[in-house]
């Protein structure tokens, strides 16, 4: 195929997804332990943890009504987007939305031990949590 113009070609556009996929496959228990934290900070709410990855990878909350104003924008295509992030239990599962180059990718996944006692076994802070995961996100992830 012959890209022309700056367009990358689609792997290269598409690798933040793999590279993200790695990254919470290496780092499950800490996302979840972050997870749990944020949930016992912010307690019930609309929002989906989410991590952006422009202009560096930081992590961002996800309210409710943006996934559904995106949802109306995208003809209801994110609709089982949206019938899991209302189904979410956070004491046993971690959600987060991947967010990269005009797209997004949704993560979940179960962990054991469950992610109240990946945050007691982490034994920091949340800001902490927040920190370390996003200096290895911002070297290991490249887009």
Request: glycine share 4%.
């Amino acid at each position: 195929m012959i890209q022309l113009g700056n367009n990358p070609p689609q792997e290269e556009k598409n690798s933040w997804r793999r590279q993200l996929a790695e990254f919470v496959k290496a780092n499950q228990h800490e996302l979840a332990a972050l997870a749990w934290g944020l949930f016992l900070e912010k307690g019930e709410s609309d929002d989906t943890l989410g991590i952006d990855l422009k202009p560096e990878p930081h992590f961002v909350y996800c309210p409710r009504e943006a996934i559904e104003t995106l949802n109306r924008n995208v003809e209801n295509n994110l609709r089982e987007v949206l019938g899991i992030v209302d189904n979410h239990n956070p004491e046993k599962e971690v959600l987060l939305i991947g967010i990269g180059n005009d797209q997004i990718k949704l993560i979940q996944f179960e962990v054991e031990p469950a992610p109240p006692e990946c945050f007691e076994q982490v034994a920091t802070d949340v800001d902490t949590l927040i920190k370390r995961l996003e200096q290895r996100m911002s070297e290991q992830i490249k887009c």
